[in-house]
């Protein structure tokens, strides 16, 4: 509707409701376009949650634990870590 026929019809709310209740659901459905899949949204997020295990490790490592960062990464270092917890 344009300006002037809004201010020669001036209608209600009612009026807007009653017209609005006419139209068919077909027509007062929105489609909704994803801008990211939802696969895509499980793949990203699996991987920000492997960067931030890898970058714990290396930070807890290296920074807390006093030892080289880039050593957590190594299979040396977890087989000490898992034979220090099982007691070997």
Do not use: C
Not at 62 to 69: A, F, H, L, N
């Amino acid at each position: 509707m344009t300006e002037k026929e809004i201010q020669h019809n001036p209608k209600t709310r009612e009026q807007f409701k009653k017209e609005k209740v006419k139209k068919s659901p077909k027509e007062n459905k929105k489609v909704r376009v994803r801008l990211f899949p939802i696969w895509l949204r499980v793949i990203i997020v699996v991987f920000t949650l492997f960067i931030s295990l890898i970058l714990g490790v290396i930070i807890g490592y290296g920074v807390i634990g006093d030892g080289k960062p880039m050593d957590a990464l190594k299979k040396s270092t977890w087989t000490h870590i898992i034979d220090l917890v099982n007691k070997k």
